[in-house]
């Protein structure tokens, strides 16, 4: 019985990873919308829309400058995913693997949003070395990202003493990529414990 359902999970697994695997393709492919495909593109989007257009009904999930939906069907198939692979390496479901899956779940979101920010403080550190032209529009929405993120990290470093734009990028940076790194290994040691529990 429990090879069955082990084996069940694990293919589960596979098809939420492939499907996984094509939904990230199709968004990739909206990035270059004047481009033309042909039949197997019309076939990918057969497969995929369905799905991410579920996902475009909320509006929570749409601002001016984004649409989240994405994000958020990944991460639904990325859950799903982790749940049928932990019942297929352990045959059971626990409130320990639960919580694991759970904290795992949470992980993956936060641990997304501050590598983005990380990005974001990357280009605007970037653009700041190199003195590009801040005025153009992809500069712009980089800057509307990056400004509330070192403006509040910066608040809470250096209280009100005033320091140079450099040095708020490096310290915000610092800090986003020591957090990021930080509750990635406590998370690795955390997760293994709560799988072990009986119950």
């Known amino acids: 019985m429990y090879n ?6 694990n293919v589960l697994g596979g098809l939420t990873g492939a499907y996984t695997l094509l939904i990230f393709i199709r968004i990739l492919l909206t990035w270059f919308s004047g481009a033309r495909y042909g039949k197997p593109y019309d ?3 057969a497969v995929t829309d369905p799905y991410l257009n579920w996902f475009r009904r909320f509006p929570f999930l749409q601002t001016r400058m984004f649409d989240l939906s994405p994000i958020a069907a990944l991460a639904v198939l990325s859950l799903v995913n982790n749940i049928f692979t932990t019942i297929g390496r ?5 409130l320990g693997i639960v919580l694991a899956l759970v904290l795992s779940a949470l992980w ?3 641990s997304f ?5 990380i990005l974001i403080l990357v280009l605007r550190l970037f653009a700041y070395l190199t003195n590009r032209n801040i005025y153009g529009s992809f500069w712009r929405i980089v800057d509307v990202i990056s400004q509330p993120v070192l403006y509040r990290i910066n608040r809470i470093i250096f209280r009100n ?19 990021r790194i930080g509750l990635g290994i406590v998370l690795g ?8 529990f009986p119950f």
């Open 161 to 179: 003493r005033l320091v140079n734009y450099l040095t708020g990028i490096l310290s915000s940076l610092g800090v986003l990529v020591v957090l």
């Open 113 to 117: 949003v501050l590598g983005f920010f």
């Open 90 to 94: 352990y045959g059971r479901i626990t």
């Open 43 to 45: 076939i990918l989007c």
């Open 108 to 110: 993956s979101a936060v």
């Open 189 to 196: 040691k955390l997760l293994p414990l709560l799988v072990r």
């Open 4 to 9: 069955m359902i082990g084996i069940m999970m």
